[in-house]
């Protein structure tokens, strides 16, 4: 079995050199890097990962936690996180909770038994959760959304100007009367782009009217039902902009339920792209947050982070796109909304 010390006679380098490539370090020559990882490839090269957990008291594990595995938004993302990961000799082990303070909980205390070198979080925001990371030293990287009780990495979009863009096409398209399908109140994502939709209506001198507002869960079922109240109550929505894929999904499922044309009835705008919208008929509407970049970003703040606590905190706004389709084209016939 090769040594460290193999690995460095045949990159020519110092052992103290492979050692801190193999860890992650940032301090040496990309090009020594280079042939360093190369070395250890060719040699088979595998740390004594117990020894190492050992000296370092940590492993070498990241941990991405995420507040619903069932969202496809988190699926580019944490691909993004592991391949700098494994560039860095990392593994990375995928939590979900679920969005449940409870399982969120249950995970924080694993990452801690596990003495886990980093997380990656998409946090439910729970009183005391992150900072018992914080005080026991875990560098971490929020994604998504923001951490409201302690000041971390973060990497996230401007979600109230994206919001604004994709709710005031729906006002230039004609559209008069626009609801706004968000998130729980409290969670960063669901406040910032409920405020760009309301921000929107206020540029194009319109009073944000509350009737038109639902707050649920960011899951299909949560957008189904709340669809249905706003179509259920006066005044009924012409419009409606959802503020994220799932919930995307759900309201269109109930307009094909209540047997509804979108654009021609009710036109729809969703955040985040929806797996096969362009195959949707019609085409769905979206904005399009860059996921895997998103995940690359985390996990390259994650590395600095380890390699210098000390760093101050930074936030990392990443641009969004908006992919104007069929489903918010009023002047477009269409006669089926599935």
């Not at 390259?300 to 706004?317: H, K, Y």
Request: glycine share 6%.
């Amino acid at each position: 079995m090769a040594t460290i010390y193999d690995v460095a006679r045949h990159a020519g380098v110092s052992a103290s050199t492979v050692s801190r490539v193999l860890n992650g370090k940032q301090t040496v020559d990309a090009q020594l890097a280079d042939r360093v990882r190369s070395a250890a490839t060719e040699l088979d090269y595998r740390p004594n990962a117990l020894a190492r957990s050992l000296r370092r008291s940590q492993t070498h594990l990241w941990a991405v936690l995420v507040s619903d595995i069932n969202n496809p938004f988190f699926t580019a993302l944490v691909r993004g996180v592991e391949d700098v990961a494994q560039q860095a000799r990392y593994s990375v082990v995928l939590c979900n909770s679920d969005e449940s303070p409870a399982k969120e909980a249950d995970y924080i205390a694993a990452i801690l038994a596990e003495q886990m070198a980093g997380v990656i979080v998409s946090p439910t925001n729970q009183p005391g959760h992150l900072t018992r990371l914080v005080s026991a030293g875990v560098p971490i990287v929020a994604i998504d959304r923001r951490a409201e009780e302690v000041e971390v990495d973060t990497v996230t979009v401007d979600n109230t100007s994206a919001a604004e863009l994709a709710t005031a096409h729906l006002l230039e398209e004609g559209f008069t009367r626009v609801a706004c399908i968000t998130g729980p109140r409290g969670v960063s994502t669901a406040e910032e782009r409920l405020a760009g939709y309301r921000r929107a209506l206020r540029a194009a001198g319109r009073k944000p009217d509350p009737r038109l507002v639902r707050h649920t869960d960011f899951r299909e079922q949560g957008g189904y039902a709340a669809m249905g109240e706003l179509l259920d109550h006066t005044p009924r929505p012409d419009a409606v902009f959802a503020t994220n894929n799932l919930l995307t999904v759900g309201a269109l499922a109930c307009l094909v339920d209540r047997g509804l044309r979108v654009p021609a009835d009710v036109g729809i705008f969703g955040f985040d792209d929806v797996p096969c919208a362009t195959l949707i008929r019609p085409p769905l509407s979206t904005i399009t947050q860059p996921t895997y970049e998103i995940g690359r970003t985390a996990a390259d703040l994650l590395l600095r982070r380890v390699e210098d606590p000390s760093r101050p905190p930074s936030v990392t706004v990443l641009p969004t796109e908006l992919h104007v389709r069929a489903s918010s084209l009023r002047s477009r016939t269409v006669t089926s909304a599935g």
